[in-house]
């Protein structure tokens, strides 16, 4: 049974700093790639940062240079460090897997249950 518990959220100053953490329980599967999202109210979710194989990384714009993701094979945990945060980046932050059963060609989508971060003084 897969899953992804996110810990790490809390509320922040502008300027501060956090680190989210994402534990993953993937008996059975192969990682194609892990990501964190973040939805804000009333917004849809987009992509914050994603890593695949464990090495190759990309961000969206509004994070380049502050944010960096990163996964820990031998813990299998994903981590998320976050510095000079805005209050932009205030929302429910979640850690996203695409997974690969073992002996099998399709690959599937899993979703932690999200964590808050709020950047406010």
């Known amino acids: 049974q897969v899953q992804l518990v996110e810990s790490g959220g809390g509320l922040v100053q502008p300027g501060g700093s956090l680190r989210l953490s994402c534990a993953a329980s993937?008996?059975?599967?192969?990682?194609?790639?892990m990501a964190w999202y973040r939805q804000a109210p009333g917004k849809q979710r987009d992509l914050v940062a994603r890593i695949i194989s464990g090495v190759n990384t990309a961000y969206a714009d509004s994070v380049k240079g502050r944010f960096t993701i990163s996964r820990d094979n031998a813990e299998n945990t994903l981590y998320l460090q976050m510095n000079s945060l805005k209050p932009e980046d205030t929302a429910v932050y979640y850690c996203?897997?695409?997974?690969?059963?073992?002996?099998?060609?399709?690959?599937?989508?899993?979703w932690g249950q999200g964590t808050q971060v709020t950047v406010s003084s």
């Open positions: 993937t008996s059975g599967f192969s990682i194609s790639s």
């Open positions: 996203n897997a695409v997974l690969q059963p073992h002996g099998a060609a399709q690959k599937f989508n899993y």
